[in-house]
């Protein structure tokens, strides 16, 4: 069974950096396109960007595009998330999600279509 862990998240200032990793256990992490959400105390889950199963695809959301970074290495099942430029609004609990399905192209994916969540990690951008 497939496990998602997160890790890299922590307290930042404005204008500051971290980088997210997700460490996945199991088989077949490069037949899965990745994702990774975000949810803000007292707001919804919500999309941060995605990346297909051997990297030629990557979207992010509006929000985050020309800040943040999402790459893999399969050969170390490890999906990343470079986030800089740092805003207080960026501060959330971030997860990475698997695809329910191997090889899917979804571009503006919905929750639903991941079916296996790491625990998240918290990020905190001070002002």
């Known amino acids: 069974q497939v496990q998602l862990t997160e890790s890299g998240g922590g307290l930042v200032q404005a204008g500051g950096s971290l980088r997210l990793i997700c460490a996945a256990s199991?088989?077949?992490?490069?037949?899965?396109?990745m994702g990774w959400f975000r949810q803000a105390p007292g707001k919804e889950r919500t999309f941060v960007g995605i990346?297909?199963?051997?990297?030629?695809?990557?979207w992010y959301a509006d929000s985050v595009k020309g800040r943040f970074t999402i790459s893999r290495d399969n050969d170390k099942n490890t999906l990343y998330l470079q986030m800089d430029s740092l805003k207080p609004e960026d501060t959330a609990v971030y997860s990475c999600?698997?695809?329910?399905?191997?090889?899917?192209?979804?571009?503006?994916?919905?929750?639903?279509?991941?079916?296996?969540w790491g625990q998240g990690t918290q990020v905190t951008v001070s002002s």
């Open positions: 199991g088989r077949a992490f490069s037949e899965y396109t």
């Open positions: 999600a698997r695809h329910s399905r191997p090889r899917a192209v979804t571009i503006e994916p919905e929750e639903t279509e991941f079916d296996v």
């Open positions: 990346i297909s199963w051997l990297g030629g695809t990557i």
